[in-house]
């Protein structure tokens, strides 16, 4: 099977900006999850998405939003970016539930300037 | 809130040498993952432990689950370079969520 990938693996944006990464999960899984890693903080959790509908949310500002697609594929938006914004953003998925083993991506390295 | 603390934060031995990583927390969790993330990469699960006081081997690595399913240990023996990465344990606490460690950054030189 094909793992998580993850696009674009780089992306560099200036403050305000707004941008789109993308996530399609390992074929047969329902459940696409983000998270946010920084050296500071590591890894934070940003949504959970099911069945093309959010079903768990972390402690993010409503500048962060995401959906999921029919296929699972899912989509992740940053709008009016800020320099606190740079970060590694993971993409993982799992069978079923989010608590189960989450395979991750590679990630989408995004620098704001 | 449920925190994972994860001590050290950062170690660089000498290949050979044997090693603990610890995660310790005051809440109480139904299993605890741990992860292994290289460089350029996601992390990459290593393996789950459910029971309280469980011990799992996996090669030169040993894992325990507390007693009390609070903590949990990741020993390593006779580290080699490649074991070298960021070592994340996460936790579910039941919130239908996972809590992640901020993870320790371990370097095995040769």
């Known amino acids: 099977k094909a793992g998580v990938t993850q696009t674009p693996r780089y992306l560099i944006k200036t403050r305000g900006q707004q941008v789109t990464l993308s996530c399609s999960p390992i074929?047969?899984?329902?459940?696409v999850s983000w998270y946010q890693q920084t050296p500071g903080q590591g890894l934070q959790f940003l949504f959970e998405?099911?069945?093309?509908?959010?079903?768990n949310k972390g402690n993010f500002p409503g500048r962060f939003s995401g959906r999921q697609f029919s296929n699972s594929r899912s989509e992740m938006n940053v709008s009016t970016l800020e320099l606190g914004d740079s970060a590694l953003y993971l993409c993982?998925?799992?069978?079923?539930?989010?608590?189960?083993?989450?395979?991750f991506g590679p990630g989408t390295r995004l620098t704001v300037l | 809130t449920q925190l994972l603390e994860q001590s050290p934060q950062f170690l660089s031995i000498q290949e050979g040498e044997n090693l603990t990583v610890y995660c310790n927390s005051s809440?109480?969790?139904?299993?605890l993952q741990w992860y292994r993330q290289e460089p350029g990469e996601g992390p990459v699960l290593l393996v789950t432990v459910v029971t309280g006081g469980e011990v799992k081997k996996l090669k030169r690595l040993t894992f325990q689950f507390g007693d009390a399913r609070k903590d949990s240990s990741l020993h390593i023996t006779a580290a080699q370079p490649g074991d070298t990465g960021l070592y994340l344990c996460a936790g579910d606490g039941g919130s239908e969520k996972l809590v992640f460690g901020k993870g320790m950054k371990l370097t095995v030189n040769p």
């Open positions: 998405y099911f069945s093309e509908t959010q079903r």
């Open positions: 074929s047969g899984h329902r459940s």
């Open positions: 809440s109480v969790f139904s299993s």
């Open positions: 993982a998925s799992s069978p079923d539930r989010l608590t189960d083993t989450q395979y």
